[in-house]
């Protein structure tokens, strides 16, 4: 069986060296300002592309909306 991983409550399958990049990559999603938590931790910008997730992870992935 598959290994898994949720993100935004939406089960997906794991990949071997899956990061947060990929994970992106693999949900469409391309806003550019977001918020990534992975088991309740904060995870920078600038560490979406080394970040490896594990199996089983729970992500969250917040969009900012800004204005005026």
Known sequence: MKKKITVNKQEIDWEENMTITRILEVMNYTFKMLVVKVDGKLI??????RFVVSAHADVKVIHLISGG
């Open 44 to 49: 920078k910008k600038q560490d979406y592309d």
